[in-house]
Structure formats: structure tokens, C-alpha cells
């Protein structure tokens, strides 16, 4: 899935019911391993702010969500990014140890302009990366400390 910076990811066209139709839609979340999220600069299209990489079974629980809220069949089941850090915090509350969930914590906060807010969750994400061994995340989020620490001057 993809959007421009501040946008919003959508699955287009799913169906609330009947149930076979809403199973099918809902298929289109379920048959990934993972579902990512791109967002690209509106100023360079070609250009790739962020990728966000969401489980599929968080996505799967927000889309269920939103069709059970729908007053319609078919709708578009949309997806913020507030909403990608709300479900990090969440994935965070519920396996602290999870570095990944506070890279991706720290991503979100930046793209939405948190900048202290991000910087302490790559801080707590480096310091679990660094407990767990996850040396590739770790590396990840000092790449992305720097470049908050160069941004910011």
C-alpha cells in the first residue's frame, strides 16, 4: 500500500457483507506475511519517506473494525499514520522487548513531526535492540538518531 505524506493507505472496495464477499475482501490481508506501507514525498514522487511493515493480523483487526462501523456494503478502509503509531505503542505495551515495534514507533512520530516523541522511541528501541542482540535494528535506528541529530542542526 502506498500514499503521499500525510495520506492515507486504503484497501479500496471491501466488502462488508455478504459474508463470502467480506471473507474474499478480507482475503486481500490475510494471504501476506506482512503488509507494508510506503509514503512517498508529494515534492519527488519517486522519493520513499518511510516504509512502515504492519502485521497482518493488526490490520486485519482495524479493517474488520471499520467494516463493522460502515453503514455501507463496500467501503474504503483507510489507514493513518496516527494510527500506525497507535497500533506500535500498542504492539510495545503488549511485548516491550519488540525493537522493531519502536523503530517503527520512532518512524511514525517522525513522518507525523513528533520529533522529541521519536527520538525517545528510537532511544528505548537501541537500548532493547542492544539487550536483545537485534544488531540490524539496532544499526537501523542509530541511522535514523543521526539523521534527527543532523536535522536538528
Given at each position: 500500500?502506498?500514499?503521499?505524506?500525510?495520506?492515507?493507505?486504503?484497501?479500496?472496495?471491501?466488502?462488508?457483507?455478504?459474508?463470502?464477499?467480506?471473507?474474499?475482501?478480507?482475503?486481500?490481508?490475510?494471504?501476506?506475511?506482512?503488509?507494508?506501507?510506503?509514503?512517498?514525498?508529494?515534492?519527488?514522487?519517486?522519493?520513499?519517506?518511510?516504509?512502515?511493515?504492519?502485521?497482518?493480523?493488526?490490520m486485519l483487526?482495524?479493517?474488520?473494525?471499520?467494516?463493522?462501523?460502515?453503514?455501507?456494503?463496500?467501503?474504503?478502509?483507510?489507514?493513518?499514520?496516527?494510527?500506525?503509531?497507535?497500533?506500535?505503542?500498542?504492539?510495545?505495551?503488549?511485548?516491550?522487548?519488540?525493537?522493531?515495534?519502536?523503530?517503527?514507533?520512532?518512524?511514525?512520530?517522525?513522518?507525523?513531526?513528533?520529533?522529541?516523541?521519536?527520538?525517545?522511541?528510537?532511544?528505548?528501541?537501541?537500548?532493547?535492540?542492544?539487550?536483545?542482540?537485534?544488531?540490524?535494528?539496532?544499526?537501523e535506528i542509530?541511522?535514523?538518531?543521526?539523521?534527527?541529530?543532523?536535522?536538528?542542526?
Amino acid at each position: 500500500m502506498s500514499c503521499f505524506e500525510g495520506g492515507t493507505f486504503q484497501l479500496d472496495r471491501m466488502f462488508k457483507s455478504p459474508a463470502d464477499k467480506r471473507a474474499k475482501s478480507l482475503e486481500r490481508i490475510t494471504r501476506n506475511a506482512a503488509i507494508y506501507c510506503a509514503v512517498f514525498d508529494e515534492e519527488n514522487p519517486l522519493g520513499v519517506l518511510a516504509i512502515y511493515e504492519v502485521p497482518v493480523e493488526v490490520m486485519l483487526r482495524e479493517a474488520e473494525r471499520q467494516l463493522d462501523a460502515s453503514r455501507n456494503e463496500i467501503s474504503h478502509v483507510g489507514f493513518t499514520i496516527k494510527w500506525a503509531a497507535d497500533e506500535y505503542r500498542e504492539a510495545i505495551r503488549l511485548k516491550p522487548d519488540y525493537s522493531a515495534a519502536h523503530r517503527g514507533l520512532g518512524r511514525a512520530l517522525e513522518r507525523a513531526g513528533q520529533i522529541a516523541e521519536a527520538r525517545v522511541a528510537y532511544q528505548q528501541g537501541l537500548e532493547v535492540a542492544t539487550r536483545a542482540g537485534d544488531l540490524q535494528t539496532g544499526k537501523e535506528i542509530e541511522v535514523f538518531l543521526r539523521r534527527l541529530e543532523k536535522a536538528a542542526g
